[in-house]
């Protein structure tokens, strides 16, 4: 059973960075894509990023390209998020999931299940 367990948000100033782990503390990690996904008070669940089994394909929103990187560690059962040049406008909690959906749907909640409980990120001006 995957069971995750999002760690490592906190607060911020605009400019900082972050590490956020997502780690499957069920009996097996999840073989197959995993994604972050983040919700704003207020807002919608938006997807941010998601990386293949084997990480060699990864997906990006375009409001965090260039300043996110999604990587994982299958060893470890573990999916992490770095996040640079954090922006007041990345608040929001933050979850991981696991991907169930078919090739192309990366982008959208309904193609993951097993939500994590989140971890809350917030980058103060």
């Known amino acids: 059973q995957v069971q995750l367990v999002e760690s490592g948000g906190g607060l911020v100033q605009a400019g900082g960075s972050l590490r956020l782990s997502c780690v499957d503390s069920?009996?097996?990690?999840?073989?197959?894509?995993m994604g972050w996904f983040r919700q704003a008070p207020g807002k919608a669940r938006e997807f941010v990023t998601a990386?293949?089994?084997?990480?060699?394909?990864?997906y990006y929103a375009d409001s965090v390209k260039g300043r996110f990187t999604i990587s994982r560690d299958n060893a470890k059962n573990t999916v992490y998020l770095q996040m640079n040049k954090l922006k007041p406008e990345d608040t929001a909690v933050y979850y991981c999931?696991?991907?169930?959906?078919?090739?192309?749907?990366?982008?959208?909640?309904?193609?993951?299940?097993?939500w994590g409980q989140g971890t809350q990120v917030t980058v103060s001006s």
């Open positions: 990386i293949t089994w084997y990480g060699g394909i990864t």
């Open positions: 999931a696991r991907h169930v959906g078919g090739s192309g749907s990366y982008y959208y909640t309904s193609a993951y299940d097993n």
């Open positions: 069920g009996r097996t990690f999840s073989r197959g894509a």
